[in-house]
């Protein structure tokens, strides 16, 4: 027999011996008063891992064996704890927990219950090609040439430690070929990380040019219009749990069609077709939300610093800075608010129209304006939405799901209100486009979230915007995931 085997032999003995002497007390119940105020932590057993290694999950941990911790609070504790290791994103929220065992006079003995989630994805392609849903059905007219279509092989928590490959094969709108690989922790402390990204893209029909603050597309199916070539090397920082610096070295190269030039020459800076460059990215990031998917409690911070181009070739010469901050408050166990606010500074003043895009509507976004896109240098927005859940419960199917990774589905939802203003700074407006550049924007509505299983989050939104008084409230659909 192995040495792996006896040791997981030993544990087991030591786990039913403790069993035997001592009393079971879940971390979710109150019966910690029973415990003196200090207890030392005699060992830790993770359970339920059969791909990720230990380590991946002791590295979210903030305390490990021979550690005295206070019991006071300890629920509170432990319920930490555990939201660290969910937001790792390599275990259902449903069936992984931690538990103690006492053992007397003044120690206990943790356990950490894990329930994977199913890690290896070969799946179909079948999405839209547009920013949201929405821009493709109210300014696409539906049109199925706006379709992507392919294989997306993705598999997470590769090798059992937390690393990510990903292999898409694509064609429709964009025909793409994309290579992407993620290494979470290249040295001993776990402290460093590593991200390698190259791909290469086509469209036979790509946006040209805003007007009305709508979007002018040009091409056909015969001929490609518009390609790109790209390739990224990203180091990280963890800092502690919840902090994290990063720095991004990109390269990039584009080419665009005479038929997209000659609706507009400003597609790129100096007038040209074509366009390459290298740059840099710095970002810092601070997470403490409870859950990252669908957070009700806790906050968020980013701050990222881009340099494009660095007078290699002489094409682009832009600094960006962006600044994200959000709150989430817990009032009740029911109720809760979201505030967002995000700034955008974007250096020189004359940008071409790659790197125009403030409010794009897709990572910038002031709900009611989803079919508008507004160019500028600078943004300011601030998003509030007041959320209530209505639905909080788990599906079995296991009679008919032979796969335990997805025999639970868990749904949750939740209504809401929500309230955004915003301001776009525009030094140099057309005429087709000021109606909504340097006024304050403004859309509030009501909606209904959907939360399940593997991070999918299901949006439902009805808004008004301030501009366009004579039209009734519209809905608006979204949908993300992250398998």
């Known amino acids: 027999m192995s040495p792996l085997h006896l040791l997981k032999y030993k544990k087991l003995f030591f786990l039913l011996w403790c069993l035997g002497i001592t009393t079971l007390l879940k971390a979710q119940t109150s019966e910690v008063t029973q415990l003196p105020d200090s207890v030392t932590i005699k060992d830790i057993f993770i359970i339920g891992n059969k791909v990720t290694i230990d380590k991946i999950i002791f590295r979210e941990l903030s305390f490990s064996k021979g550690d005295k911790i206070k019991t006071k609070n300890l629920k509170k504790f432990f319920d930490t704890e555990l939201n660290k290791i969910i937001n790792t994103d390599l275990f259902h929220r449903e069936g992984t927990r931690i538990e103690f065992l006492s053992i007397p006079p003044d120690g206990i003995l943790v356990q950490v219950f894990v329930n994977e989630k199913w890690y290896l994805w ?223 500074l974007a250096y020189p003043y004359q940008q071409s129209y790659a790197f125009s895009f403030a409010l794009d509507n897709a990572s910038r976004l002031i709900r009611g304006y989803d079919n508008y896109i507004v160019q500028g240098q600078h943004l300011g927005l601030l998003k509030t939405t007041l959320r209530g859940l209505v639905l909080d419960k788990v599906i079995n199917i296991d009679p008919v799901m032979p796969i335990n990774q997805f025999d639970k589905v868990p749904l949750r939802c939740y209504l809401k209100v929500f309230c955004d203003i915003g301001y776009v700074k525009e030094k140099y407006p057309l005429p087709e486009n000021q109606r909504l550049s340097n006024t304050l924007l403004s859309g509030f509505g009501v909606g209904i979230d959907i939360v399940s299983f593997y991070n999918s989050v299901l949006r439902f939104e009805w808004s008004y915007n301030i501009h366009d008084k004579r039209i009734p409230i519209q809905p608006f659909f979204y949908f993300s995931s992250n398998l």
């Open 122 to 344: 070969p799946l179909p392609i079948l999405e839209i090609a547009d920013r949201n849903f929405n821009q493709w059905w109210n300014n696409r007219n539906r049109s199925l040439d706006w379709i992507n279509y392919g294989m997306f092989f993705k598999k997470r928590n590769f090798r059992g430690r937390k690393e990510t490959l990903v292999l898409r094969l694509q064609s429709g709108f964009t025909r793409m070929l994309q290579l992407r690989y993620n290494v979470p922790f290249i040295d001993k402390k776990q402290s460093l990380s590593l991200s390698f990204r190259a791909g290469y893209s086509e469209r036979r029909r790509a946006d040209a040019i805003i007007e009305q603050h709508k979007p002018v597309s040009v091409g056909n199916n015969d001929n490609v219009v518009w390609s790109n070539y790209n390739a990224s090397v990203e180091l990280g920082k963890r800092i502690g749990f919840y902090k994290f610096h990063k720095l991004n070295v990109f390269y990039n190269s584009t080419e665009i069609s005479d038929s997209i030039y000659f609706i507009n020459p400003d597609y790129f800076y100096n007038n040209q077709k074509t366009e390459q460059f290298i740059g840099f990215e710095y970002a810092f990031l601070y997470d403490k939300r409870n859950f990252i998917t669908y957070p009700t409690s806790g906050e968020y911070f980013a701050l990222n610093v881009s340099k494009i181009g660095l007078g290699i070739y002489n094409d682009v010469n832009s600094l960006l800075i962006e600044s994200t901050f959000a709150k989430y408050i817990e009032v009740s166990n029911f109720l809760s608010i979201e505030g967002i606010s995000q700034v955008r």
